[in-house]
T-cell receptor
C-alpha cells in the first residue's frame, strides 16, 4: 500500500542552526501538506504544495515539492526556540488517500 | 469561530468498558476526520466522512471501533470493549472539502487523551 516515509525521526540543533526534514512517498502524490504540532498540542496546518517542483516560503521556512511529486522537504533557516515541535507531512493520492508521515521532532538548544 | 470541539479532553477507563469520543466540526465543513496518535505508530487516519457519509474506514483497527456522523455538526468514535492498547490521543479534524487535485486545510481539534487501564 501507499507509504510516506519521513526522516529524520528526531533532530536536535543549536539555536541558529538550520533544520531540514524530508518526506518520500512510494507513489505519486496529487498534493502534499505540512503541519506543525507543538508539544502537548494538535497539528496545525502550515502549507500545501500542489505543483511539480513547487517551492514556497514562509519567512524562515522553505517548502519544496519534488519534480516527480513523490518527495517533499521543509527547511528552516536559523532555527529559533519557537520552532520546537514535530513537523508532519501529509500526502494525498489521486485516490483521495491521506497518509501522514511519521513526523520529525525538532528540539533546540538555546 | 470556536474551531473543532472535542470531548472529553481526557478519559480514563478500565479495560472492557465502552468509550465514546465526541466531535463537533467547524460549521460549514463537509469533511470530518478521526485520527489516532501514539508514540509507536504516529498519526493514523482511522476514518473520514464526507457530508456525513463514511468514505474511507480502512484505517479502523478492528470491529471494536465504530464511528458515526448522524448530522453535519456531530460525530462519535466508539470503542467497545476498550483495551489498554487503545490508549492514545484521538484527534478529530474537519475541512471544507476536496476539489480537483487538491484538498483543503484540515483543522484539528485539541484531541482526547484516552487511557485504558
Amino acid at each position: 500500500g501507499q507509504q510516506v516515509m519521513q526522516i529524520p525521526q528526531y533532530q536536535h540543533v543549536q539555536e541558529g542552526e538550520d533544520f531540514t526534514t524530508y518526506c518520500n512517498s512510494s507513489t505519486t502524490l496529487s498534493n502534499i501538506q505540512w503541519y506543525k504540532q507543538r508539544p502537548g498540542g494538535h497539528p496545525v496546518f502550515l502549507i500545501q504544495l500542489v505543483k511539480s517542483g513547487e517551492v514556497k516560503k514562509q519567512k524562515r521556512l522553505t517548502f519544496q515539492f519534488g519534480e516527480a511529486k513523490k518527495n517533499s522537504s521543509l527547511h528552516i533557516t536559523a532555527t529559533q526556540t519557537t520552532d520546537v515541535g514535530t513537523y508532519f507531512c501529509a500526502g494525498y493520492s489521486s485516490a483521495s488517500k491521506i497518509i501522514f508521515g511519521s513526523g520529525t521532532r525538532l528540539s533546540i538548544r538555546p | 469561530d470556536a474551531g473543532v470541539i472535542q470531548s472529553p479532553r481526557h478519559e480514563v477507563t478500565e479495560m472492557g468498558q465502552e468509550v465514546t469520543l465526541r466531535c463537533k466540526p467547524i460549521s460549514g465543513h463537509d469533511y470530518l476526520f478521526w485520527y489516532r496518535q501514539t508514540m509507536m505508530r504516529g498519526l493514523e487516519l482511522l476514518i473520514y466522512f464526507n457530508n456525513n457519509v463514511p468514505i474511507d474506514d480502512s484505517g479502523m483497527p478492528e470491529d471494536r471501533f465504530s464511528a458515526k456522523m448522524p448530522n453535519a455538526s456531530f460525530s462519535t468514535l466508539k470503542i467497545q470493549p476498550s483495551e489498554p492498547r487503545d490508549s492514545a490521543v484521538y484527534f478529530c479534524a474537519s475541512s471544507l472539502g476536496t476539489s480537483g487535485g487538491s484538498t483543503d486545510t484540515q483543522y484539528f481539534g485539541p484531541g482526547t487523551r484516552l487511557t485504558v487501564l
